[in-house]
């Protein structure tokens, strides 16, 4: 598929919620002229707290971090879009403004239970993965876990399990803790994820369409393992713990070092993505493992 009219239509929407009023809306036309919007944002597999920033250039509102706690973003292009939630850390005008900027730092997801939520676990040597996770979900506020197949195989070998604390250092004891599977758990919206990054596990299959840079490889670790950084305009429904396919042909610029002539499969661990609804702003940059 090539470049259509509706990937040069992009959109964000943006509502802003309060916890005591009526949601304040600015919606982007979806024709005609814009408003000069842009959102960027780094989503990584582990327990960094994933974060955005959206940027408004002209803005006519006063907004006051007091009067607003989250934010809903309906970003991408026409007929492809995705839906981002977040909690607002502040609200300012850039300074010094010679654009007139106003700048919205989000957290991807609810920051209040990734900073106050604890969690009590004591689980004997061969206790599974799923039992772990599902007594942090409950706690966490996780609607949900997703394991793929090779997380939900994990089993405590040898030693036991116990943490009295926040539930994110729990999840990041337990990543150490199976660190030579290359486990990843991170929240994918309201969703804890558990998936080995190299042994196959993901979520969802996307297609890599064009690239804006020929892709860097780089050898991994000892067990030949190679992490791949792909340059492309964003695709706003990529997700950490998603696997990336890269046709042959979007690359075959580069064949001698990314392959064979094979469409690669990259099992994706760090986005990094800008996107606006004006000018040149639409690339993101993915980091992963060939899987």
């Known amino acids: 598929m090539g470049i259509t009219s509706s990937n040069f239509n992009r959109i964000i929407d943006i509502s802003l919620i309060s916890p005591t009023g009526a949601p304040k809306k600015i919606v982007c036309p979806r024709h005609g002229r814009k408003p000069a919007i842009e959102i960027n944002g780094k989503f990584y597999a582990d327990m960094t707290l994933p974060s955005f920033n959206i940027t408004i250039k002209n803005l006519y509102l006063d907004l006051q971090k007091e009067q607003y706690s989250e934010v809903e973003i309906n970003c991408g292009y026409e007929g492809n879009t995705v839906l981002i939630k977040g909690t607002i850390l502040s609200i300012y005008p850039e300074s010094p403004g010679p654009e007139s900027n106003t700048i919205i730092q989000c957290l991807l997801g609810y920051m209040q239970d990734w900073l106050e939520t604890t969690v009590n676990l004591s689980f004997e040597a061969g206790a599974s993965l799923p039992d772990i996770l599902d007594a942090i979900k409950t706690k966490f506020g996780a609607s949900q876990v997703f394991m793929g197949n090779n997380a939900k195989a994990l089993t405590l070998e040898k030693q036991p399990f116990m943490h009295d604390g926040s ?3 729990a999840l990041s004891k337990l990543i150490k803790v199976f660190e030579e599977k290359r486990l990843a758990l991170f929240m994918r919206d309201s969703t804890l994820c558990a998936v080995c990054v190299t042994e196959g596990d993901f979520i969802g ?15 991994g670790d000892e067990h030949g393992t190679y992490y791949v950084t792909i340059k492309a305009p964003w695709m706003p429904k990529l997700r950490i713990g998603d696997l990336l396919e890269v046709p042959s042909r979007v690359y075959m610029h580069n064949l001698s070092v990314v392959g064979n002539g094979k469409t690669q499969r990259i099992q994706v ?9 004006t000018g040149g702003t639409n690339s993101m940059t993915v980091q992963g493992f060939v899987s």
Not at 205 to 219: G, K, R
């Open 205 to 219: 299959t996307h297609v890599l369409q064009y690239i804006s840079a020929p892709p860097q490889m780089n050898p």
């Open 269 to 277: 661990t760090a986005i990094d993505f800008y996107f606006g609804t």
């Open 167 to 169: 539930a994110r250092e």
